[in-house]
């Protein structure tokens, strides 16, 4: 029996990153920007307005007033999108709209809101009287947004290696990218076996279960950032078995569900020995002590990594968390694959009754003193899926431990932040 992390070691060192592609920004989210993107020109390009209101010289409302207005003279108006040439004198002022570009001689704006604007009937704006009142004084820079103040040319905007989220997404847009080069998204190819198990929506016959597993992993393969592919079920025969495996072999991954312990059927075992060079684990942990991974031979001689998955759903699941998460990260180019570990106070008994490590489904909470609690999310048998629906962390008993005391303090990995009552 082999530990969690020499498994995850071993499986590990197969990946590497995939190679980089163009894709337009928005199908970007989440995957890795491949080469260091630089701006080609200052973000603001020019000093520009923060507010509606005024570009004024600072000097000329010096001592400015509700009581004592200074009133200036306005020569233009100004909306963002356009470039004013003409300078502002002493005693003038030009009405401009937030993300106009500050005219030459200006220094300051000062807001509607400090100025007689406010006071005004619709449509008597001061570029129509001639003058606006100045009702409180501007220092130097006041509500400007300075050239390069965000972005300079040749800056380094976002480097390669960067996850791309929303905002970066945004960064991209803002420097002029409508698409951007990053590492390709895997296809990981989904195959249950068995002849017990049936498709969602065909009729249940006695003695059948409905594919859960295929459906769980394939969100769990989506969520990652990665492709998923369903294969559908593989019957209990070589042939078929074969034939669908094969269908998976132009993908970067093939993960199937059942067929690794040491009760199941020889053939889901001998076909894979077959197709490849698979190897077969016990893995010191509970759920999913069963593990296969290996290479199966692919087209023009490439190796398709293989992730044999109990069958189980729990275990399945838990298994694919552990081993097929951080190796499609890898071939994302992402490294932070590890979950949140955090310390929580039991609410509960918790028995571990094996010495494998026990990731148990529970609940973590914040309590009012600040600090995190874990309850368990019921019974946790590796065939009870609701157990992992209610859940938003797994716990980590050690394998040396047997029993957790109610108000003792464990470490949970978090799956979910959002997720708790």
């Known amino acids: 029996m082999i530990s969690v992390e020499e498994a995850r070691e071993r499986i590990l060192a197969f990946f590497e990153r995939l190679p980089p592609v163009r894709v337009p920004l928005v199908e970007a989210l989440g995957q890795v920007i491949a080469e260091d993107v630089v701006a080609p020109f200052d973000i603001p390009p020019l000093d520009n307005t923060a507010m509606d209101g005024y570009a004024v ?7 400015a007033s509700e009581v004592a207005p200074r009133s200036l003279r306005v020569t233009a108006d100004l909306a963002a999108g356009y470039i004013l040439d003409t300078p502002v004198g002493p005693g003038e002022a030009v009405r401009i709209m937030t993300g106009a570009p500050i005219p030459p001689g200006a220094d300051s ?9 406010m006071l005004r009937e619709p449509g008597q704006a001061a570029i129509r009287t001639g003058a606006v009142q100045i009702l409180k004084a501007a220092h130097p820079g006041a509500n400007l947004r ?13 480097a390669a290696g960067r996850v791309v989220r929303p905002s970066e997404i945004g960064v991209l847009a803002s420097v002029g990218l ?3 080069s990053v590492h390709r998204r895997p296809v990981v190819a989904i195959l249950s076996t068995g002849d017990e198990i049936t498709r969602p929506g065909d009729p249940l016959t006695p003695g059948h279960i409905y594919d859960a597993n295929a459906h769980g992993i394939a969100a769990m393969v989506r969520k990652c950032g990665a492709t998923p592919r369903l294969l559908g079920i593989a019957r209990d025969t070589v042939d078929d078995l074969t034939a669908k495996i094969r269908e998976g072999l132009d993908a970067d991954m093939l993960v199937t569900s059942a067929g690794v312990s040491r009760g199941d059927f020889d053939v889901v075992k001998d076909v894979l020995a077959r197709e490849g060079s698979i190897d077969f684990w016990t893995v010191c942990m509970r759920p999913g002590k069963p593990l296969a991974f290996g290479a199966l031979n692919g087209p023009d001689g490439r190796r398709v990594p293989h992730l044999g998955l109990p069958g189980n759903p729990v275990s399945s699941m838990v ?6 998460r951080p190796a499609i990260f890898k071939m994302l180019g992402r490294t932070d694959w590890p979950r949140p570990v955090v310390r ?4 509960e008994r918790i028995v571990n009754v094996d010495p494998r490590r026990f990731y148990g489904r529970c609940i973590v909470s914040s309590g009012e003193d600040g600090h995190f609690y874990a309850s368990l999310t019921g019974p946790q048998g590796s065939g009870i899926l609701t ?3 209610a859940a938003n962390a797994l716990t980590i008993i050690p394998e040396t431990v047997e029993v957790v005391e109610v108000g003792s303090e464990i470490d949970v990995m978090m799956l979910d932040w959002d997720h708790a009552p």
Request: aromatic residues 6%; charged residues 30%.
């Open 57 to 63: 010289r600072a000097v000329d409302t010096t001592g």
């Open 109 to 117: 704006v000062v807001p509607f809101e400090e100025t007689d604007e």
């Open 146 to 158: 300075l050239r390069a103040e965000d972005v300079s040319r040749g800056q380094t905007v976002i």
């Open 178 to 180: 409508a698409d951007v």
């Open 319 to 324: 298994s694919f968390e552990l081993f097929g």
């Open 344 to 347: 929580a106070t039991t609410r």
């Open 387 to 389: 157990s992992m629906s």
